[in-house]
């Protein structure tokens, strides 16, 4: 069979494989601990699931428009103008297939063969993909854990070139946890405007930023320069709704156009009763969200501080999503000298699921997701001590 060149030449997802292989081994009576999911273990809230259920009675079951139902376009406008402070309105928005969809959209809509966009890394997994799809270069800005996992003005400054078209935010970051300050967005953006950038942010773990963090969104700038601003989210994080496949776009007028073209080619509209359950969500209380931010917190530090305490690893403190990027370099050898080979090795001889930070652009460090309850991640944790001598 004839397969496009272009699939061919596409890595399949680092974070899918794992998930695969923890999968197999659970097939053959291996008990496995996964900390390389990438959802929370939170039910998603009774309200939503609520209004979803009486969609389903009300009879919704039809198509609706291609960017969303229209109250539900409004009701993004609205979590963003009651979180960020903007004035947004419906036409607006978009509602897409998941937030990846949006930023596949994205891409698609901006990237000429050949254009460049500047990704710090480490890295989601699925960006570099995104952009090769869309035909485009991803130039990585390589940022260190001693600066946080953060790229500076100066930092994005050295990787630009002539060729370059966008530059991708995405903070709090996956797989590092880093939140970017008001400040720091804001020198950002003040460059990236200077150059004619087009800026996407990827907010997607909005609610799980970390006091006395707070998260700093790009929308008070897609309000000031709304033609060079896209500012994606979903529902699948904060709200815990991965499997509903809700996401959602902020962007100029004539941007939702184009994304609604591309969509109105492929996917169409994102399912009804999932819009409807949306819009519960986004107009609902957040509380739920605040108590689960608490939990993941302590969480966090509960693996922080058994991770620090382990000669030969370094973690910095992340300050948002669910997620831990330690650095395991210093227990290379020659049989795992890499982050995949111990991930690997992890999963085989340990039971413990993780992602290899090769897939994230940094090959010294692992991804350990907490999202999951603290006597499995404590299990974990002790598995892979011993495993590695670590105590």
Request: charge should be negative; hydrophobic fraction near 40%; charged fraction near 20%.
């Amino acid at each position: 069979m004839r397969i496009a060149k272009r699939l061919q030449e596409l890595k399949p997802s680092a974070t899918m494989a794992v998930s695969a292989k923890a999968m197999e081994l659970r097939a053959q009576g291996k008990e496995i601990i996964s900390l390389s999911v990438g959802e929370t273990d939170f039910p998603t809230p009774e309200h939503v699931r609520t209004a979803a259920k009486a969609a389903i009675d009300e009879g919704y079951a039809r198509y609706t428009q291609v960017p969303g139902l229209p109250e539900l376009r409004e009701a993004v406008a609205g979590y963003f103008n009651k979180t960020t402070g903007t004035s947004a309105e419906g036409k607006h928005t978009i509602v897409t297939n998941g937030g990846k969809q949006g930023l596949f959209n994205l891409f698609q809509s901006l990237l000429d063969p050949g254009d460049e966009v500047l990704v710090p890394s480490p890295y989601w997994v699925s960006y570099p993909a995104m952009i090769q799809l869309a035909q485009g270069v991803t130039v990585t800005v390589p940022t260190t854990s001693e600066k946080g996992f953060k790229a500076s003005v100066e930092d994005f400054r050295a990787a630009l070139t002539d060729k370059t078209r966008v530059l991708l935010f995405n903070s709090p970051s996956n797989p590092t946890g880093a939140a970017y300050t008001r400040d720091e967005i804001d020198a950002i953006m003040e460059f990236a405007l200077e150059k004619g950038l087009y800026i996407i942010s990827d907010e997607i773990y909005d609610q799980l930023v970390y006091p006395p963090a707070e998260h700093a969104s790009l929308a008070p700038w897609w309000e000031k320069a709304p033609e060079n601003v896209a500012v994606m989210n979903g529902l699948s994080k904060s709200f815990s709704m991965t499997g509903w496949r809700v996401g959602y776009c902020l962007a100029h007028e004539d941007m939702v156009k184009a994304l609604s073209k591309i969509q109105g080619q492929s996917t169409s509209c994102v399912n009804v009763i999932a819009q409807k359950a949306a819009i519960a969500a986004l107009n609902g209380p957040l509380d739920e969200l605040k108590a689960m931010r608490e939990i993941f917190m302590r969480r966090r530090d509960l693996l922080l501080d058994r991770l620090n305490g382990w000669s030969g690893v370094s973690c910095p403190t992340p300050e948002g999503a669910f997620y831990v990027f330690p650095d395991f370099s210093s227990l290379y050898d020659a049989a795992r000298p890499d982050s995949t080979s111990l991930c690997t090795w992890l999963l085989e001889e340990a039971g413990v699921a993780a992602v290899p930070g090769a897939a994230f652009g940094e090959d010294r460090c692992i991804r350990l997701s907490y999202a999951l309850d603290d006597a499995a991640l404590m299990e974990a944790l002790d598995r892979i001590g011993r495993a590695l001598g670590l105590g």
